[in-house]
């Protein structure tokens, strides 16, 4: 009988507690709590308010009316999207692309960072670094014209050396065969020596004991660098996979509105590409926000999941 | 007119001292109209600018003193005009003046049907230039009956077929009149060597990722295919891909593809491209009269004895021509939102600023820029500019923005552009519009750029080969299936409408 008793006003207590700490936190750090003030103050602005607008989605919103006049339409165009032959569509090509992201690129710069690491030269390894740095300042409007240079048919580069060597030109820019490999293909070509930067980093906290634990047991280079290396740098392969998964739909709409032509279309077309031309260019403000919308939820589903799913491995996951 | 520019210009020198002592008479005229109205009106103008950069103060200027206005542009560019006039309609952030150029846009189209902006028909009467404006373009620039701006005036049908004279010469080919001819020069342009160096280095027809605008559209006029739409006389209406022309077309390019006598990658490939291809010597036939006088400039030190011919007039056979018309005349509208002019004294006196861009003198500042600098005229009274890139800089810009084209007619030094000049004027006789343009379907205006796409794509895929007749059929009949027949019905009850 006594213990609720005691129990409740402790727990009472400890909320207060909790309350004063955090209190007396602030005052401690004044400081420190200043200067996070002007981030918050941006995410509120520039992030949350204008999820506000994501009201449209369920309005046949009209700018004139704005949206306290627009009529309120309920799901209507959520049921379009799902019911649009192009639906399935944008959700295969927007998958098999992050599919190739994912198992074809994600784990190149790993490669990368790792030979970097084993190169002894301390020269050469700046060289090259600083060399495959440089494509990801280009924009993607460069590398998406630079590859039309070489691969056109009309003189193209590389079509010219096919044609000298007797084989038939490949129309490399408007076939859909050929869409997924330049895409990826570009993809490597300008961010694989960027990506590699955080592996690099993480690469230089390993403790040298271990390596030296390691060839005390014999254990030669490539042995050194699965048992040592890989296993160090994990949790940072971990985190920034369940980042690139929460970025799933996100496939660089630039990049892939410079390689969209009408006779790729069926496997260029994405979401990003859809909603800029469905909602910017033929104003259909509701329908392209519904399509935003559905690729934010699959996008903060899939990294819940995967955050999930890192913890129940036994990593940390990214919150 | 001569003369009167001379007086022109010694105001514009008069005025930078004495700025009363011009626009008397025009000051006098715009108090009658408005009474409280002495000083520079101030507007701002959401303007499509068509060159690389804005142009220079020079000209801008001299149209202020002329029409006593302060003006503010606000440029965007042609190439993101779609997303940036949508934006700016749903943002309302919009300007005194708006030039809306895309009209089949749906967001323009619903913008305007909501009533963002002032009706202008009842006023236009009032003014000297704008009276002029014929009831055709009137109707043609009006939505139901209701005319949301001023109508930029063109001429009805500016396409045309430019052909590298030179070779034609060198391999003894005639001008060409008939399609058949046509493909015979394409053939021969990529076949026989045209321009003579011995290496198999050029594709007779250059061409680009646009149907409309580039050779698909023209070549099928030639053909006979409708200007987007067919009327029949019960008013049934069929759209221009579901017709036997259209296939034909298809089937000119589609062989033109195969046997390579168009260029391989002309679906992916830029206007700025397509004018290098042929400026570099490796296309000798481009679509575009109006293009005339750039591709020479590109061509310049790159293309020895180059010689161009514009030619509109080339049938199927039977004798007749025929070309489509963009917008039956009409380059889009100068439109004023109700959110920024709020009264009908200023919407009187920006159409009075309007009306004055028309007068000779502000058509030719706008059109040549300044005489003796930018421009003169030679011995036969013929038009020339002086300095291309100082009119670049200054003058071209503007030509874009002027309210009519049609007003005056200039005669060109240079032979070439005097010659597409005229042929644009002779399409006048036999263009073909399109019927829809003065009617109005609510599924066309929600969806219909978005259906296009269907045409597009499969057009595209037939002549690069990639599917045959019956898949182009059944894309026909997805369209149809996805909104078209219903935009057809809408149309066809819109049209009985304007019939009665």
Sequence with gaps: ?319 | MKKRWVSMLACVTVLSTLLSACGGDKEAAKNAAVADENAPLELTWLNILHTASPPTETIKSLLEEYTNTKITFNWVPDASKEERITTALASGELADIVTLTMMTNSSVRSSLKSGLFWDVGPYLDDYDNLSKIAPEIREAASIEGVLYGVPFQKNLARSGLIFRKDWLDKLGLPVPTTLDEVYEIARAFTEDDPDGNGVDDTTGFGDRSDLKYSSFKTLSSYFGTPNGWKVDENGKFTPEFDTQEYMDTMNFSRKLYENGYLAQDFAVTAKTDQQQQFAQGKTGIYTGMVDISSLRTLAQDLQEGLELVPVNKISNGDGQYRIWSEGSGVGGLMAFPKSEVKTEAELKRLLQFINDLIDEEAFMLMTGGIEGTHYEYDENGAYKVLNTELWQADVQPFSSSRPSEIAYTLKDANPEKQLANELIRENDKFAVLNPTVPLDSATNNEQGTELEKIITDATFKYIMGQSTEADFKKAVQTWKDSGGSKITEEYEAAYKLTQK
């Excluded at chain 1, 048919?153 to 490949?170: L, R, T, Y």
């Excluded at chain 1, 160090?232 to 929460?246: D, H």
């Excluded at chain 1, 279309?265 to 519904?290: C, H, P, W």
């Design chain 1, 1 to 319: 009988m006594k213990v609720p008793s005691i129990t409740a006003p402790s727990n009472l207590n400890l909320e207060k507690k909790k309350k004063n700490a955090f209190l007396t936190a602030v005052q401690k750090y004044k400081l420190l709590y200043l200067m996070i003030l002007p981030g918050l103050v941006y995410f509120i602005i520039f992030k949350y308010m204008p999820m506000g607008g994501l009201v449209i989605a369920f309005q046949d919103y009209q700018p004139f009316l704005g949206i306290t006049g627009s009529p309120w339409v309920g799901f209507k165009h959520f049921i379009r999207l799902f019911t649009e032959p192009t639906f399935m569509m944008l959700l295969r090509n927007t998958l098999i692309l992050f599919a190739l992201n994912i198992v074809i690129f994600f784990p190149l710069p790993i490669i990368v960072a790792l030979m970097l690491n084993e190169l002894r030269n301390r020269h050469l390894k700046t060289w090259i670094q600083t060399i495959i740095y440089i494509p990801h300042f280009m924009s993607w409007v460069i590398i998406v014209s630079i590859t039309y240079v070489f691969l056109t048919v009309d003189g193209g580069v590389i079509n010219e050396m096919i044609a000298s060597m007797g084989g038939q030109k490949i129309s490399f820019l408007t076939s859909p065969e050929w869409l997924r490999t330049m895409y990826i293909g570009q993809i490597i070509w300008k961010e694989i020596g960027w990506s590699t930067i955080i592996y690099l980093a993480a690469i230089t906290v390993v403790d040298p004991q271990l390596y030296e634990a390691a060839e005390m047991d014999g254990a030669a280079r490539l042995r050194k660098t699965w048992h040592v290396t890989l296993p160090a740098i994990r949790p940072v392969i971990i985190t920034l996979l369940i980042l690139k998964i929460g970025s799933t739909l996100d496939l660089g709409f630039e990049h892939m509105y410079l390689l969209l032509n009408s006779l790729n279309r069926e496997v260029a077309e994405i979401f990003d590409t859809y909603i800029y031309t469905a909602g910017l260019k033929n104003g259909q403000l509701s329908f392209s926000t519904t399509v935003g919308l559905f690729k934010g939820v699959v996008g903060l589903i899939l990294v819940m999941a995967s955050n999930k799913l890192a913890k129940k491995m036994g990593e940390d996951g990214v919150y």
